[in-house]
């Protein structure tokens, strides 16, 4: 399943859309502490935070995701939007919570 299909299937809000909607997704991956998503978040997954800040976008990108997911309607701050435009990384919102959207993106698996 692609970005783009999960986005529909499961109503993410797009909050920066630069690319790679077409990448497929192997799975998903939870976490907030960047060093460890860094060094354990699968490539082409959904990564799954709160974290709002510009590292984000660094990390994403060397983690090779398939996008960021920002779970209980968390919003990118002015300098993750442009970071993640800069570097090409998709970043989705939504009011869920981690463990359901966990749930619901292993269903659609």
Excluded: H
Excluded at 22 to 51: E, H, K, N, Q
Excluded at 89 to 107: G, K, M, Q, V
């Amino acid at each position: 399943m692609t970005v783009a299909e999960m986005r529909d299937a499961l109503g993410w809000k797009p909050c920066v859309e630069e690319g790679g909607t077409d990448r497929v997704v192997s799975g998903c991956y939870i976490g907030d502490l960047l060093s460890w998503v860094m060094g354990r978040a699968p490539a082409d997954s959904v990564w799954i935070t709160v974290m709002q800040n510009a590292n984000v976008a660094a990390v994403a990108m060397l983690a090779d995701v398939a996008c960021v997911l920002l779970a209980e309607n968390v919003s990118p701050d002015p300098d993750l939007s442009a970071r993640a435009r800069e570097k090409g990384i998709s970043i989705y919102s939504t009011d869920r919570d981690a463990f359901s959207l966990a749930c619901a993106i292993r269903e659609l698996l």
